[in-house]
Nanobody
Framework: DVQLVESGGASVQAGGSLRLSCAAS????????MAWFRQAPGKEREGVAA????????YYADSVKGRFTISQDNAKNTVYLQMNSLKPEDTAMYYC????????????????????WGQGTQVTVS
């Protein structure tokens, strides 16, 4: 089993930065791929960024490329999402997710591929 706990969400002004953290515990094998998703009210959950924990390969949604960076600290079992140049449209609940055999095609990070989820942390950009 895997437990994921997000933190770092806040209210910020447009152009600002935030760093989200996802502290993971449990089965390491089941965390082979970790990702950040976001969901705004009335919208579908969107895959924002993903990282393969064994080799550090990363993927990003086009909407955040060049602004967001996903990274990991294996010693702390933590994955981060550094968010710069924030826009009002980045406002959403951000979720951390993990799973093992995730195949990302064409850069699309799909929620259906992930079985472990955190409770989310709110990011509001005004």
């Amino acid at each position: 089993d895997v437990q994921l706990v997000e933190s770092g969400g806040a209210s910020v002004q447009a152009g600002g930065s935030l760093r989200l953290s996802c502290a993971a515990s449990g089965d390491t094998y089941s965390r082979a791929c970790m990702a950040w998703f976001r969901q705004a009210p009335g919208k579908e959950r969107e895959g924002v960024a993903a990282i393969y924990t064994n080799d550090g390969t990363t993927y990003y949604a086009d909407s955040v490329k060049g602004r967001f960076t996903i990274s990991q600290d294996n010693a702390k079992n933590t994955v981060y999402l550094q968010m710069n140049s924030l826009k009002p449209e980045d406002t959403a609940m951000y979720y951390c997710a993990a799973d093992t055999a995730v195949l990302i095609f064409g850069g699309t990070i799909k929620a259906a591929d992930f079985g472990y989820w955190g409770q989310g942390t709110q990011v509001t950009v005004s």
